[in-house]
């Protein structure tokens, strides 16, 4: 199972997006709300307060 890139939920098999860039970085995401606040919103996972990203910082 893979982690998603935004949020560090797991995505079960079957489910979610690959999106992959020219430099060959590849990102996980579980749903299009993450892919959203990645790309578009550009937003970083460790200021979102509902990632687990932002868990791990605060604690």
Not at 26 to 48: A, D, H, Q
């Amino acid at each position: 199972m893979a982690k998603c890139s935004f949020c560090g939920e797991n995505i079960e098999k079957g489910t979610g997006k690959i999106y992959v860039k020219k430099d060959s970085k590849i990102f996980y995401f579980c749903s299009g709300k993450c892919e959203k606040n990645m790309f578009k919103l550009k937003r970083k996972p460790r200021t979102t307060r509902w990632s687990k990203h932002y868990d791990k910082q605060v604690n």
